[in-house]
């Protein structure tokens, strides 16, 4: 790791005096819950890093989910529906159906456990993807 | 399992979603910049966050928690036919007890938002990437007209390091904001080559 020194020493800025960082605390998502609907507790037999879904990841219907989808209920059924166009991110399945996105994380991990859904996530080292950010930068300067 | 796409070399294998995130005081324009570059309108979601009884809302009560349902804007841009670029705005709420870590990991950087005439407002938000090391640029909305303070100026108020860019942006133009997205993302590489090359003596 070569970081910046300078990013690492703590500058104190006018009008905020304060006993330690506002960084949040940092939480493990084993005991978070998301609006005591239920517990996230979408890692089970996965590791932790790559079972993680985030706001961002993108999901789409299998042909397994397009089959089954008569069969399942709720926000099952919607959310599988909605990936069946295309893929679509768990925050915007989120906006789509107006479930708050702790719950997509949940029923979405559930889905692609069965195979129902496929999903697409940038790797966990996309910030050291040189390649991938060459091209995104190309692709900005496109717009 | 993997949720991870890997080989994420070839495009058949289907998209890969990036992130970064527009942080910044109420009504400095956040969700004014994402629209300006996203493909489709501002979207909202909901999403629980975990705020502790710390920092500048604490009312002496240390160590409460509290779970509050905010809501955040985002967009999303079609890069290229693999590459999908997602804006997010942080949350309404300026408080920054809340946890933000699930928004910003995975993240490749921050705009941190400015309004010149309030600059005190983003203090939460560049401590945060700063305790965090997330790169970030600090781009300052003139709001279409002139800002109240030269770059030098807001450099300096706000205390950022050199390596962090101080730039000026309308948060209404799509060239504007693309170009403040290009600087963060020169920051992004910077990075990347430092940190995946071979070290070279300073």
Redesign the interface.
């Given at each position: 790791?070569?970081?910046?020194p300078?990013?690492?020493?703590?500058?104190?800025?006018?009008?905020?005096a304060?006993e330690?960082?506002?960084?949040?605390?940092?939480?493990d998502h084993s005991h978070?819950?998301?609006?005591?609907v239920r517990a996230y507790a979408i890692t089970g037999g996965?590791s932790h890093a790559?079972?993680?879904?985030?706001?961002?990841?993108?999901l789409?219907a299998t042909g397994t989910g397009s089959d089954a989808v008569q069969a399942l209920k709720f926000e099952r059924a919607e959310i599988v529906r909605r990936c069946e166009a295309g893929?679509l991110?768990v925050?915007?399945l989120?906006?789509?159906l107006r479930i708050?996105?702790?719950v997509v994380r949940v029923v979405a991990a559930d889905l692609?456990?069965e195979g129902l859904l496929?999903?697409?996530?940038?790797?966990?080292h996309?910030?050291?993807?040189?390649l991938?950010?060459?091209?995104?930068?190309?692709?900005?300067?496109a717009? | 399992?993997?949720?991870?796409?890997?080989p994420?070399n070839h495009s058949e294998?289907?998209?890969?979603?990036?992130?970064i995130v527009v942080a910044g005081g109420f009504g400095v324009g956040k969700t004014t910049f994402v629209a300006a570059?996203s493909d489709i309108s501002p979207?909202?979601?909901?999403?629980?966050m975990?705020s502790?009884g710390?920092?500048?809302d604490n009312r002496g009560e240390v160590g409460t928690k509290t779970?509050t349902?905010v809501a955040m804007d985002?967009g999303?841009?079609a890069?290229?036919d693999t590459?999908?670029?997602?804006l997010?705005g942080t949350p309404g709420q300026e408080r920054?007890?809340?946890?933000?870590?699930?928004?910003v990991?995975?993240a490749?950087g921050a705009v941190v938002l400015v309004d010149s005439r309030r600059i005190?407002d983003s203090?939460?938000a560049?401590?945060?990437f700063?305790?965090?090391?997330v790169p970030f640029v600090v781009a300052i909305n003139r709001f279409g007209g002139q800002t109240a303070h030269t770059l030098d100026e807001v450099r300096e108020?706000?205390?950022?390091?050199?390596?962090v860019p101080v730039v000026s942006t309308d948060a209404r133009g799509?060239a504007a904001v693309?170009d403040t997205?290009?600087s963060l993302?020169?920051v992004?590489?910077l990075?990347?080559?430092?940190?995946?090359g071979p070290?070279l003596p300073d």
């Open positions: 790791m070569t970081l910046d300078d990013a690492t020493v703590p500058l104190v800025r006018p009008f905020i304060r330690r960082p506002l960084a949040p605390v940092t939480s978070g819950t998301d609006n005591g996965r790559s079972g993680h879904l985030e706001f961002e990841t993108m789409r893929a991110s925050a915007e989120s906006a789509a708050p996105i702790g692609l456990g496929e999903a697409f996530q940038a790797s966990e996309v910030a050291d993807d040189v991938l950010i060459t091209r995104l930068i190309a692709g900005v300067r717009l | 399992m993997s949720v991870r796409s890997e994420r294998s289907g998209p890969i979603p990036v992130k570059i979207l909202t979601t909901e999403a629980a975990t502790y710390e920092g500048v779970t349902t985002f999303r841009v890069v290229d590459i999908v670029l997602y997010f920054f007890g809340f946890m933000w870590n699930d928004l990991r995975g490749l005190e203090f939460p560049l401590d945060y700063e305790s965090r090391g108020a706000l205390s950022v390091g050199d390596h799509r693309r997205v290009l993302l020169d992004v590489l990075r990347a080559v430092a940190r995946s070290r």
